[in-house]
């Protein structure tokens, strides 16, 4: 904020509590005698029913002027003038981290007992599971489904097929320090038949029905182009987080359209970190929510 306006909304805040305090005065006359007619407006309704000018009750009045004090008051306590911050030093980022660190300070014995228990106990004891859930909802079901049940480009966590491995460490590995799979695009390697002939050749593994001529051309390309990766049988590496092709379980999609979309122009499914982030203790509890989910190896 700059100090021109900084000033100015000084000068505005103080120049309207003090036009209240005059308003009040001027409202503050001393009330006329009993038959003193001084305070008649001369608005007369009804024939003879007339409005009187008399001062606001006395503890009204004092409502008033408490409230301009306590205007002052809070304003000397709390940011609202232009850019002083109050003799009190509160913002609301101040209350927020406040409220961290205490919830920090009351959770972190909890935790820090689920963090000592191996994750195969932990994801059966049901407590530890809720709590993983809680967190689940919150920092992973964007990505992942509300259930974990995933969505195109976003794996499934439920089933028993996993990119990067299904057992307790690889599964908090992953959420400790996120994932990023390499598969690299072939739109400049191979001419769009020979991209064709290999997508027929990798559906084909699945059992989906392809074009047999086609497949037999693709498979000596497989073994060139994509067996390092996704292992010459197709079944997948999970070290690289390269899929199994053979399951018809697809991670981007198993169409024709999706296949060749895949291998032309390449995925990068990237898992951010959540070290970080929640911390190891957290992420512990996820990895038990994650294994609870029916997953396993
Ligand atoms: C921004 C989106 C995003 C968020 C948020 C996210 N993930 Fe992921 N996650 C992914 C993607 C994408 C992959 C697959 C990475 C790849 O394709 O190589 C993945 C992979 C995984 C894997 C490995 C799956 C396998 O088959 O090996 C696990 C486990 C996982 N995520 C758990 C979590 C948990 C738990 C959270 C919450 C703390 C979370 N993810 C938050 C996008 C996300
Ligand atoms: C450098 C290693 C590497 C090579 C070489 C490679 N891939 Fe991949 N492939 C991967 C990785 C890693 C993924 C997962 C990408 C992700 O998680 O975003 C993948 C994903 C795929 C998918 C998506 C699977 C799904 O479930 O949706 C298909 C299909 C695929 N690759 C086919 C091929 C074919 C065909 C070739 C050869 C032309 C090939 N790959 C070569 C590493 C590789």
Same mark, same amino acid.
């Given at each position: 904020?700059?100090?021109?306006?900084?000033?100015?909304?000084?000068?505005?805040?103080?120049?309207?509590?003090?036009?209240? &305090?005059?308003?009040? *005065?001027?409202?503050?006359?001393?009330?006329?005698?009993?038959?003193?007619?001084?305070?008649?407006?001369?608005?007369?309704?009804?024939?003879? +029913?007339?409005?009187?000018?008399?001062?606001?009750?006395?503890?009204?009045?004092?409502?008033?002027?408490?409230?301009?004090?306590?205007?002052?008051?809070? &304003?000397?306590?709390?940011?609202?003038?232009?850019?002083? %911050? !109050?003799?009190?030093?509160?913002?609301?980022?101040?209350?927020?981290?406040?409220?961290? @660190? *205490?919830? @920090?300070?009351?959770?972190?014995?909890?935790?820090?007992?689920?963090?000592?228990?191996?994750?195969?106990?932990?994801?059966?004891?049901?407590?530890?599971?809720?709590?993983?859930?809680?967190?689940?909802?919150?920092?992973?079901?964007?990505?992942?489904?509300?259930?974990?049940?995933?969505?195109?480009?976003?794996?499934?966590?439920?089933?028993?097929?996993? +990119?990067?491995?299904?057992?307790?460490?690889?599964?908090?590995?992953?959420?400790?320090?996120?994932?990023?799979?390499?598969?690299?695009?072939?739109?400049?390697?191979?001419?769009?038949?020979?991209?064709?002939?290999?997508?027929?050749?990798?559906?084909?593994?699945?059992?989906?029905?392809?074009?047999?001529? &086609?497949?037999?051309?693709?498979?000596?390309?497989?073994?060139?182009?994509?067996?390092?990766?996704? +292992?010459?049988?197709?079944? !997948?590496?999970?070290?690289?987080?390269?899929?199994?092709?053979?399951?018809?379980?697809?991670?981007?999609?198993?169409?024709?359209?999706?296949?060749?979309?895949?291998?032309?122009?390449?995925?990068?499914?990237?898992?951010?970190?959540? *070290?970080?982030?929640?911390?190891?203790? %957290?992420?512990? &509890?996820?990895?038990?929510?994650?294994?609870?989910?029916?997953?396993?190896?």
């Amino acid at each position: 904020m700059s100090s021109g306006l900084h000033w100015v909304i000084v000068v505005v805040v103080v120049l309207n509590i003090l036009g209240c &305090l005059w308003l009040v *005065r001027l409202a503050n006359r001393s009330p006329g005698a009993k038959g003193d007619t001084s305070s008649v407006t001369g608005h007369t309704w009804d024939g003879d +029913l007339q409005e009187y000018n008399n001062p606001l009750p006395r503890w009204w009045l004092w409502m008033f002027y408490i409230s301009i004090v306590f205007g002052f008051i809070y &304003l000397a306590l709390y940011p609202g003038m232009g850019t002083f %911050k !109050g003799l009190l030093g509160w913002s609301q980022l101040s209350q927020y981290e406040a409220e961290v @660190e *205490r919830a @920090e300070r009351e959770y972190a014995p909890l935790f820090a007992r689920y963090a000592a228990t191996p994750l195969p106990e932990l994801a059966a004891d049901p407590r530890a599971v809720a709590m993983g859930q809680r967190l689940f909802v919150n920092y992973c079901s964007a990505c992942h489904g509300s259930d974990g049940g995933g969505a195109p480009g976003y794996p499934n966590l439920t089933d028993n097929d996993w +990119l990067y491995g299904g057992t307790p460490e690889a599964v908090e590995t992953s959420i400790l320090n996120g994932r990023n799979g390499m598969m690299i695009p072939f739109s400049a390697t191979l001419q769009d038949t020979a991209v064709a002939e290999v997508v027929a050749y990798v559906r084909g593994l699945s059992g989906q029905t392809v074009d047999p001529a &086609l497949a037999a051309a693709g498979e000596a390309r497989f073994a060139q182009n994509c067996a390092a990766c996704h +292992l010459p049988d197709g079944s !997948g590496n999970q070290a690289l987080g390269a899929p199994n092709l053979t399951d018809n379980i697809w991670l981007y999609g198993g169409s024709e359209a999706a296949v060749t979309a895949t291998v032309s122009n390449g995925r990068n499914g990237t898992m951010p970190a959540h *070290r970080d982030l929640l911390g190891e203790d %957290k992420v512990h &509890l996820l990895a038990a929510y994650v294994l609870s989910l029916g997953g396993g190896e």
